[in-house]
């Protein structure tokens, strides 16, 4: 399987890695005459720092848009439907990336990290071998877990958009030797931009790990029912899908030129 070419944009020290995914999560509705499953569209942009006790930034909105999956909006409008119930919607600030310290009256602070919630110390830590890595993303985690961990636990991480280019490709590289996974080299993210994807084709969903085939950045994720589901989705159904960009700007909360 041919590797995945990875790159670092230069990050100068007073300058902020940018991360904008914009992606539609699947939620569920309780009503009167039954449970109706959705997709809700999120925006999502973070500003990370080059020195990372400085401030950081969070920007999260609730867009408004949503597709029914099961059910209809009529239906969950006279229910009294809010697509921005329970998600933690506006701008938050902090050092470190701490952003919910606040919430549990903490100062926030330097963060141990783990694969779903990664710091650059927890990365900066881990092997950079493949073999050495693949068995690091066995072994963390219970035991008894499906193969599809060690997927999870390598997306989770790829997600924060902190990954540096040597260790994504050597992500990239252990998650190959992973049982049912493929990489297609000709696929496109929600948006419709060419991309290349790593695809874990087993169990009851396929799980599509997007990258940018020009400097092997995380660029978004798909998961599709293999099978029906028991509240009702159809095989083939998406329940997730995301498209991320990652760039570099001069100022907290600044945008792309």
Known sequence: MPAVRTADRPLGPDQYRYIATRGWWMGSFDTPTGLLLHLTEQWIRQWVPARPDRDWMLDRAVTGRVRWLTGTAEQADDAGFDPAAGVPTGRFRATHGDFYAGLD???????????HAPSTTFLSRLPRDPRALLTRLRADGPEGRTASQPFARATGALRSGLVPADLRGALYAALTALPAVTLDEDTTDHAGNPRLALVHDDG???TELIIDPVDGTFAGERDTLRTASRLGLAAGTVVLCTSVTTCVVDT???LPA
């Open 105 to 115: 009256n903490l100062p926030a602070g330097p963060r141990t990290g783990t694969w």
């Open 204 to 206: 009851p969903t396929r």
């Open 252 to 254: 907290l909360g600044g």
